[in-house]
């Protein structure tokens, strides 16, 4: 019988402890460029991560500096982050995942880096009142969101 392996590479993503370990898929509302597929170019841009497997909390890593826990609350969990590009140079994070307080899945970088573009920023009502996280079932959350805006477009012609 074979040991599982120390390290098991898979998409961008390292399981510390073997393929049983949590997946974590580390994506951007914003296209990613460069020689290695890793860089963003804009000014803010949201964060996605999507935990499955497992796991008790999930956190970013930014520019080498652990960013605060968010507890994972479900078998299938999403979270977004909207961050700003910082004017000059470029920000790096990562994701990782943690069980019993240390990281068992780590992901790949992505470089944030600022660029021009012109694109509308969310306000804090869009923003979720600055929350950025979202629960298992997120899907859909999209027709919501339309209506909400619709809603607001009333409100506001009143």
């Known amino acids: 019988m074979r040991a599982a392996p120390l390290l098991s590479f898979l998409a961008g993503v390292v399981k510390l402890q073997g393929p049983e370990d949590p997946m974590v898929d580390f994506t951007t509302d914003v ?8 860089t963003v170019n804009d000014e803010f841009v949201v964060l996605r991560v999507h935990v499955t497997g497992g796991g008790e909390s999930f956190r970013f890593v930014k520019n080498g500096t652990p960013q605060p826990e968010v507890t994972v609350t479900g078998t299938d969990f999403t979270y977004e982050l909207l961050v700003d590009a910082p004017k000059t140079g470029e920000d790096r994070y990562r994701a990782e995942v943690l069980v019993d307080g240390k990281p068992r899945t780590i992901s790949s970088h992505v470089f944030v880096k600022y660029a021009t573009t012109g694109r509308i920023r969310p306000t804090a009502e869009a923003e979720n009142d600055g929350c950025g996280c979202s629960s298992p079932g997120r899907r859909g959350s999209g027709a919501v969101a339309l209506v909400a805006l619709a809603a607001l477009a009333l409100r506001r012609r009143r």
């Open 31 to 38: 296209p990613r460029k460069g020689d290695k597929s890793d």
